[in-house]
C-alpha cells in the first residue's frame, strides 16, 4: 500500500490536515491501527547488510571465529573492546535469510546475545587501507 503525505491523504478524504491527523490518531488509540512496519527489500545490488552484535559467553572464545568463518554470509569479523566482543558483518539476499543465519549464530554454544542492526546505507564507505588524508 502506497504511503500519502498527510496533506494528500486529507485531499483524498475530504477532510482537513488536522480532521484527519486527529481521525489517525483516534485509530491508532482505539487499535484499528495497530503499528506501522518498514518493509525492508532488496537493497544495494540485491543484496541486505547487516551487523550482528555478539556477546559471547566468555573470552577468549576458542573456535569461534572458525564456526563464523563457516558461514559464507559472514563478511567480516571484528573483535571489539567493551559490552561488545564482536560485530559480525553479513550479506544476504533476504530478511528471512538474515533470520536464519541470525538465529544459527545465536545458538552456537559461545554466543550469549546476538543484536541485529541491518545497514540502510553507507554515508561513508572507503576502501580497506584508504585514510582520506594526503601526504603533505
Not at 543484536?115 to 588524508?133: C, H, N, V, Y
Amino acid at each position: 500500500m502506497p504511503r500519502f503525505p498527510l496533506k494528500t491523504l486529507a485531499g483524498k478524504i475530504g477532510l482537513s490536515r488536522s480532521a484527519t491527523s486527529e481521525r489517525i490518531l483516534f485509530l491508532e488509540r482505539s487499535g484499528v491501527i495497530r503499528g506501522y512496519r518498514a518493509d525492508i527489500g532488496q537493497l544495494n545490488e540485491g543484496l541486505i547488510c547487516a551487523f550482528l552484535l555478539i556477546s559471547l559467553v566468555r573470552t577468549p572464545s576458542l573456535g569461534v571465529l572458525d564456526k563464523l568463518a563457516a558461514y559464507p554470509e559472514v563478511r567480516r569479523v571484528s573483535s571489539v573492546s567493551g559490552q561488545l566482543d564482536l560485530i559480525v558483518e553479513v550479506e544476504v539476499p533476504s530478511i528471512n535469510h538474515l533470520n536464519t543465519i541470525r538465529n544459527k549464530v545465536a545458538t552456537l554454544p559461545e554466543v550469549d546475545d546476538v543484536t541485529t542492526s541491518i545497514i540502510l546505507r553507507r554515508d561513508i564507505d572507503r576502501l580497506a587501507g584508504e585514510t582520506g588524508m594526503e601526504a603533505g
